[in-house]
């Protein structure tokens, strides 16, 4: 069955900041080269602390923190010249135990490999070269700020869908599941905070998925919604029919919402 989207207020819609606030810390140099990325009409406000301790109480007042490995290295107890991915490591793990999605940009000399894998390691964050700030701070702030805007209203809306007690999951465009309600997991057989990250092909049958990717996804692709029934596999490995209702967002992901069904295991 195929169902035409209709028209309502997209969460998806990607907006900028008009106002910022921004905390350096130790990085008084930076300064001048923080301002001039924001050269596209942003009202900003920058501030600037000599330490992460001296910053703590400000985190939550502020939209996004700026940190370089100078500055992880005066508080950290690697020193200014020890391992500088040990130390943005420890002063990123200081951050997080009190201000655990605050947005964060590690101002670095040199993105190396190793500094970016660190970096990946905790949400909401990024790391830019100095060499590079000027031209892409900004967007980098700006993006992860919309994305934890996102973030926070897919939130909202799956616990307003959890009193409807619906099983509903989305997809982020990395194909894996990005938040889903609790009865959408125990649907599958999953803990609830394990299901995150599950890419969403293996919560179905190979031939479930092959159905999926031939009918139910160019559908989506052309911009209409897409019901069916096709087979779900539990985290156990027991199968069930399962009736789909699957739909699109903007940013190229998906909504799953699945109900099991009294029919038989039939794709259709």
Not at 48 to 56: M, N, S
Request: glycine fraction near 6%; include cysteine; hydrophobic fraction near 40%.
């Amino acid at each position: 069955m195929l169902i035409p989207t209709t028209e309502m207020a997209d969460p998806t819609e990607r907006t900028r900041r008009s106002q910022l606030t921004l905390l350096v810390v130790a990085a008084d140099s930076d300064r001048d080269r923080i301002e001039r990325a924001f050269d596209d009409g942003t009202d900003l406000t920058v501030e600037t602390a000599a330490t992460l301790v001296d910053a703590w109480e400000r985190l939550e007042a502020i939209d996004c923190l700026i940190v370089t490995p100078q500055a992880a290295g005066e508080t950290d107890p690697h020193g200014a010249d020890g391992d500088i991915v040990a130390a943005v490591d420890d002063h990123l793990e200081m951050v997080r135990t009190t201000a655990a999605e605050l947005p964060v940009v590690v101002l670095a000399d040199e993105r190396t490999a190793d500094l970016a894998a660190a970096v990946r390691s905790y949400d909401w964050t990024a790391v830019i070269e100095r060499s590079e700030a000027t031209g892409r701070l900004a967007d980098r702030v700006h993006d992860l700020l919309e994305r934890h805007r996102l973030a926070t209203l897919s939130r909202r809306s799956l616990a307003s869908i959890e009193f409807a007690g619906d099983a509903v999951a989305i997809v982020d465009t990395d194909d894996e599941i990005q938040f889903a309600s609790r009865s959408f997991a125990m649907q599958f057989g999953f803990d609830h905070a394990s299901l995150p990250g599950t890419p969403w092909r293996e919560l179905f049958t190979d031939d479930a998925v092959d159905h999926l990717e031939s009918a139910a996804l160019p559908t989506i692709t052309e911009g209409w919604r897409w019901t069916g029934t096709c087979t779900g596999q539990r985290n156990s490995g027991d199968t069930f029919a399962a009736r789909v209702r699957l739909g699109g967002l903007k940013d190229g992901g998906l909504v799953f919402v699945v109900d099991e069904s009294d029919g038989d295991d039939t794709e259709s």
